[in-house]
């Protein structure tokens, strides 16, 4: 048994800051990708950021140079840091634990951006 839990969302103002946490607990210890999915209302779910558990990271290029995903191996967590946030980053984000054989997925958190 795995949990994926999110937290972290909120709402924002535009060009506000919001940092999420993604913390996995059960019976894998590690996980080859820990990543981060957003959806939009009426969207498909997209890639956010993505980080191996060597530290290579993917982001979206929506979000190049504003966003910076990070990991701790020993915590089994993940970061995604967000900054200069925009009306069009609000969805529900996600985040996906990845092993060879399974994806794991939380339950989402919120995040509007809105004055």
């Known amino acids: 048994q795995v949990q994926v839990v999110e937290s972290g969302g909120g709402l924002v103002q535009p060009g506000g800051s919001l940092r999420l946490t993604c913390a996995a607990s059960g019976s894998i210890s590690s996980f080859n990708v820990m990543g981060w999915y957003r959806q939009a209302p009426g969207k498909q779910r997209e890639l956010v950021a993505a980080?191996?558990?060597?530290?290579?990271?993917n982001y979206a290029d929506s979000v190049k140079g504003r966003f910076t995903i990070s990991r701790d191996n020993a915590k089994i967590t993940v970061y995604l840091q967000m900054n200069s946030l925009k009306p069009e980053d609000t969805a529900v984000y996600y985040c996906?634990?990845?092993?060879?054989?399974?994806?794991?997925w939380g339950q989402g958190t919120q995040v509007t951006v809105s004055s």
């Open positions: 980080i191996t558990s060597g530290g290579s990271t």
């Open positions: 996906r634990c990845e092993t060879t054989f399974y994806d794991y």
